[in-house]
T-cell receptor, first 118, second 113 residues
Framework: DTGVSQDPRHKITKRGQNVTFRCDPISEHNRLYWYRQTLGQGPEFLTY????????KSRLLSDRFSAERPKGSFSTLEIQRTEQGDSAMYLC????????????????FGQGTRLTVV | SQQGEEDPQALSIQEGENATMNCSYK?????LQWYRQNSGRGLVHLILIRSNEREKHSGRLRVTLDTSKKSSSLLITASRAADTASYFC?????????????FGQGTELSVKP
């Protein structure tokens, strides 16, 4: 399967613990995006990378959240000191070119990581 | 922050009927894209329409875009039970607003056999 893969698919953690999610994009895609989605809502933008450079971060990405894409390939999203409000589906997507701006490209999404903080 | 408003929030139809979903947005866009999401799964791209296009077709899908009204519609013709899913519009923004997609709240479509 050469699509976007996310690991783990589900994560249950206790409040206050740290969690890390991994995303492997489609191999030739240089752009990688993280979104968060809560039940009944649309995906909310968190951050995106062009290769290894993190180009934009949403205000939703508090100091407890950090994302990396060290070699311009896979990416990790870490949440420190998790809170119950962090419970959500975390979606990763990748694209060959920009989805906006000068590009007109579709994004390919992974299946998501569902986080439950208890 | 959410860019789009979708209407209706939920739609229930019989198999064979057409389904129309509408999306309005706030800022200038480069393109507008529609995605589908089955329950608890990732999003699947359906169709992309550029800001200089007014209508686009793909199979049973027809998308229109009215940039003067900042709105788009997605029509699914001859719906099937397998079309049951949530549908989201997403806007690809212009140069100074970042290279990301901003999603609407979605329309939950239920097609009854």
């Amino acid at each position: 399967d050469t699509g976007v893969s996310q690991d783990p698919r589900h994560k249950i953690t206790k409040r206050g613990q740290n969690v890390t999610f991994r995303c492997d994009p489609i191999s030739e895609h240089n752009r990688l995006y993280w979104y968060r989605q809560t039940l009944g809502q649309g995906p909310e933008f968190l951050t995106y990378f062009q290769n290894e450079a993190q180009l934009e971060k949403s205000r939703l990405l508090s100091d407890r959240f950090s994302a990396e894409r060290p070699k311009g390939s896979f990416s990790t999203l870490e949440i420190q000191r998790t809170e119950q409000g962090d419970s959500a589906m975390y979606l990763c997507a990748s694209s060959l070119d920009s989805v906006g701006m000068s590009g007109n490209t579709e994004a390919f999404f992974g299946q998501g990581t569902r986080l439950t903080v208890v | 922050s959410q860019q789009g408003e979708e209407d209706p929030q939920a739609l229930s139809i019989q198999e064979g009927e057409n389904a129309t979903m509408n999306c309005s947005y706030k800022t200038s866009i480069n393109n507008l894209q529609w995605y589908r999401q089955n329950s608890g799964r990732g999003l699947v791209h359906l169709i992309l329409i550029r800001s200089n296009e007014r209508e686009k077709h793909s199979g049973r899908l027809r998308v229109t875009l009215d940039t003067s009204k900042k709105s788009s519609s997605l029509l699914i013709t001859a719906s099937r039970a397998a079309d049951t899913a949530s549908y989201f519009c997403a806007t690809g923004l212009i140069y100074n607003q970042g290279g990301k997609l901003i999603f609407g709240q979605g329309t939950e479509l239920s097609v009854k056999p």
